[in-house]
């Protein structure tokens, strides 16, 4: 199936005309997600990697948790719910000390830099988020020189980064020293595809041999743990800093947390009031992600556990083919018979039963995400929508 960029993706859910298009509130008593959406029944949303609040949800969900609890601000990032919400990833994952970073970009861009010192190259993925998908800032800003490896891979090998690292002293007269390593995972323009646990560890064991700092681009790490049942502590003790967004799938409108040894961290304050990266107040984010942090990791195991008993029951169908992508995450790709016309399938799914799925393409096939709506509705339920949608598109 060809690849999709994801922030493109939405437009083929037939969502695009309708003004409540991602509003929710969050996790409710009973573990249920509730969301304001035509129909009667809680939306099951098969794209994204989580629910994305509108305005007016957002701050409904807010006000619900300072009623229970008052909402404690920062100020410039120190204090109140920002720093409980640091305190907390320290525990997830194992670092000596987190930092609240206004976006994800930013919170590569510096723990590189810092990671790097005066050393100027950097080996990345030549698919990551680092070398395509932030404006060049390595070089620009930071004079730091990426050095792209597995073209058009979701991952390098130990094997390829040792080669690419010895031979440099025989391809280059002046020597710039290498700085860092970077490596997403899971990777967004891969569809969402990991690396396996076993070669980042041989990653690790080498850079470690060598001196050579590393940086996990974090952003989607759940679902790679989710999916590969590898915790984000395991994830991260490869690493010296590891960045985890909080809009994915925390419900956060914005900000990422940074984490590493002290010594690195230390440093991120400064340098983010130099980029213009300091604001007064960030304790709205902070306590979004803060209150859906809370059992995420066990919602995310039920969602696979829940997924793949679903996929089992529609593949008994025919006219349906769920197809897991090699290496992959949340991302699956549904496959319709060819007599199916996907509009009306797809429509049926909306309108009838509240479950968002993309346009099939001209060849009858959709990407399905998987994410925590899942958990909105049970699978036999789900299973019958699906054998519903069918006839409306026979």
Same mark, same amino acid.
């Given at each position: 199936?060809?690849?999709?960029?994801?922030?493109?993706?939405?437009?083929?859910?037939?969502?695009?005309?309708?003004?409540?298009?991602?509003?929710?509130?969050?996790?409710?008593?009973?573990?249920?997600?509730?969301?304001?959406?035509?129909?009667?029944?809680?939306?099951?949303?098969?794209?994204?990697?989580?629910?994305?609040?509108?305005? $007016?949800? #957002?701050?409904?969900?807010?006000?619900?948790?300072?009623?229970?609890?008052?909402?404690?601000?920062?100020?410039?990032?120190?204090?109140?719910?920002?720093?409980?919400?640091?305190?907390?990833?320290?525990?997830?994952?194992?670092?000596?000390?987190?930092?609240?970073?206004?976006?994800?970009?930013?919170?590569?861009?510096?723990?590189?830099?810092?990671?790097?010192?005066?050393?100027?190259?950097?080996?990345?993925?030549? $698919?990551?988020? +680092? #070398?395509?998908?932030?404006?060049?800032?390595?070089?620009?800003?930071?004079?730091?020189?990426?050095?792209?490896?597995?073209?058009?891979?979701?991952?390098?090998?130990?094997?390829?980064?040792?080669?690419?690292?010895?031979?440099? !002293?025989?391809?280059? +007269?002046?020597?710039?020293?290498?700085?860092? /390593?970077?490596?997403?995972?899971?990777?967004?323009?891969?569809?969402?595809?990991? =690396?396996?646990?076993?070669?980042?560890?041989?990653?690790?064991?080498?850079?470690?041999?060598?001196?050579?700092?590393?940086?996990?681009?974090?952003?989607? /790490?759940?679902?790679?743990?989710?999916?590969?049942?590898?915790?984000?502590?395991?994830?991260?003790?490869?690493?010296?800093?590891?960045?985890?967004?909080?809009?994915?799938?925390?419900?956060?409108?914005?900000?990422? +947390?940074?984490?590493?040894?002290?010594?690195?961290?230390?440093?991120?304050?400064?340098?983010?009031? =130099?980029?213009?990266?300091?604001?007064?107040?960030?304790?709205?984010?902070?306590?979004?992600?803060?209150?859906?942090?809370?059992?995420?990791?066990? *919602?995310?195991?039920?969602?696979?556990?829940?997924?793949?008993?679903?996929?089992?029951?529609?593949?008994?169908?025919?006219?349906?083919?769920? =197809?897991?992508?090699?290496?992959?995450?949340?991302?699956? $790709?549904?496959?319709?018979? !060819?007599? =199916?016309?996907?509009?009306?399938?797809?429509?049926?799914?909306?309108?009838? #039963?509240? /479950?968002?799925?993309?346009?099939?393409?001209?060849?009858?096939?959709? #990407?399905?995400? +998987?994410?925590?709506? /899942?958990?909105? *509705?049970?699978?036999?339920?789900?299973?019958?929508?699906?054998?519903?949608?069918?006839?409306?598109?026979?």
């Amino acid at each position: 199936m060809p690849k999709q960029n994801r922030r493109s993706f939405l437009k083929g859910s037939g969502m695009a005309i309708l003004p409540a298009f991602i509003p929710a509130t969050a996790l409710q008593a009973a573990g249920n997600i509730q969301a304001h959406y035509p129909g009667n029944e809680d939306p099951v949303l098969f794209f994204g990697d989580g629910i994305m609040f509108e305005p $007016t949800p #957002y701050l409904a969900e807010l006000q619900k948790m300072n009623s229970l609890q008052p909402i404690e601000r920062d100020r410039y990032g120190t204090g109140g719910a920002v720093a409980a919400l640091e305190k907390q990833f320290e525990q997830i994952t194992g670092k000596e000390k987190a930092i609240f970073m206004p976006s994800g970009t930013m919170a590569n861009q510096l723990a590189i830099a810092a990671l790097s010192g005066d050393n100027t190259k950097v080996f990345v993925q030549d $698919t990551s988020h +680092v #070398y395509r998908d932030e404006a060049d800032a390595a070089q620009s800003v930071f004079n730091k020189r990426l050095m792209p490896l597995a073209k058009d891979k979701t991952w390098f090998t130990a094997e390829e980064l040792k080669q690419a690292v010895e031979t440099l !002293k025989d391809q280059e +007269v002046f020597s710039s020293g290498i700085g860092a /390593i970077s490596i997403e995972n899971p990777v967004r323009r891969t569809d969402g595809r990991m =690396i396996p646990i076993e070669e980042i560890r041989k990653i690790s064991e080498y850079c470690r041999g060598n001196n050579i700092r590393m940086h996990l681009d974090g952003a989607r /790490i759940y679902m790679a743990s989710a999916w590969s049942g590898t915790s984000i502590k395991e994830y991260a003790s490869y690493f010296d800093t590891i960045y985890i967004s909080l809009y994915k799938y925390l419900g956060a409108s914005a900000g990422a +947390v940074l984490c590493g040894e002290k010594t690195v961290i230390e440093k991120m304050p400064h340098l983010i009031k =130099i980029h213009g990266g300091s604001m007064y107040g960030n304790w709205t984010n902070a306590a979004m992600a803060l209150q859906r942090l809370n059992g995420f990791e066990d *919602r995310m195991k039920e969602t696979v556990k829940r997924s793949a008993e679903l996929f089992a029951l529609l593949n008994q169908d025919n006219e349906l083919k769920v =197809i897991p992508l090699d290496n992959g995450t949340n991302i699956f $790709t549904l496959e319709l018979g !060819k007599k =199916i016309d996907g509009k009306k399938f797809r429509d049926k799914l909306r309108d009838a #039963y509240n /479950i968002r799925i993309a346009m099939p393409n001209a060849k009858n096939q959709v #990407y399905l995400m +998987v994410n925590e709506t /899942i958990l909105n *509705r049970d699978n036999s339920a789900l299973a019958q929508a699906f054998k519903e949608a069918i006839k409306a598109g026979s």
